[in-house]
Nanobody, 119 residues
């Protein structure tokens, strides 16, 4: 059973940056593909970015492309989402998710971390 814990959220002004972290336990981290999702108030959860188990491939939502970088550090059992040039519309609870394949559903989810971007 994989457990995920996010951190790094907070309040930031528009144009600022944040780095979200997702630390995994209960599994072999290098065998876990990771994704980031977010949910704004009154909206459905949406995909933000994902990275394969090897780290060789990444995919981003159009809304964050060019402003976000997903990465992983297998030695630290941690995945990251670097967000730059933040906008008020990036305000949401950000969740990391994990799966043991590079495709399909994500069965493992963290509790979420709040990101608030002020204008």
């Amino acid at each position: 059973q994989v457990q995920l814990v996010e951190s790094g959220g907070g309040l930031v002004q528009a144009g600022g940056s944040l780095r979200l972290s997702c630390t995994a336990s209960g599994g072999t981290f290098s065998s876990i593909a990771m994704g980031w999702f977010r949910q704004a108030p009154g909206k459905e959860r949406e995909f933000v970015a994902r990275i394969t188990r090897s780290g060789s491939s990444t995919v981003y939502a159009d809304s964050v492309k060019g402003r976000a970088t997903i990465s992983r550090d297998n030695a630290r059992n941690t995945g990251y989402l670097q967000m730059n040039n933040l906008k008020p519309e990036d305000t949401a609870v950000y969740y990391c998710a994990a799966r043991t394949t590079d495709w399909g559903n994500y069965p493992y989810w963290g509790q979420g971390t709040q990101v608030t971007v002020s204008s």
